[in-house]
């Protein structure tokens, strides 16, 4: 999932560079800042799996998001990036 989830922000680099006109170093730091935040969350995600369950934390936000509510989408799209 992290693998993925690095190369979709690789994909997206240029864009994002050239709509927010930032240099190339600019950019590594856009990089970094989002590794540094993946990798935090993992461990996180990682403890709370083990404390309470990978289904409960990994599984079961992801069935619910397939059932939106008008105006939800935004606060499970961020449930789902911490778990």
């Given at each position: 999932?992290?693998?993925?989830?690095?190369?979709?922000?690789?994909?997206?680099?240029?864009?994002?560079?050239?709509?927010?006109?930032?240099?190339?170093?600019?950019?590594q730091?856009?990089?970094?800042?989002?590794?540094?935040?993946?990798?935090?969350?993992?461990?996180?995600?990682?403890?709370?799996?083990?404390?309470?369950?990978?289904?409960?934390?990994f599984?079961?936000?992801?069935?619910?998001?397939?059932?939106?509510?008008?105006?939800?989408?935004?606060?499970e799209?961020?449930?789902?990036?911490?778990?």
């Amino acid at each position: 999932m992290a693998f993925l989830d690095s190369a979709v922000l690789n994909v997206a680099l240029p864009a994002m560079q050239n709509d927010l006109g930032v240099s190339a170093r600019e950019v590594q730091w856009i990089y970094g800042a989002y590794a540094l935040v993946l990798a935090a969350l993992m461990l996180v995600g990682g403890a709370l799996g083990d404390h309470f369950g990978r289904r409960r934390v990994f599984v079961e936000p992801s069935s619910r998001r397939g059932t939106d509510q008008p105006g939800s989408l935004l606060p499970e799209r961020v449930g789902g990036g911490f778990g």
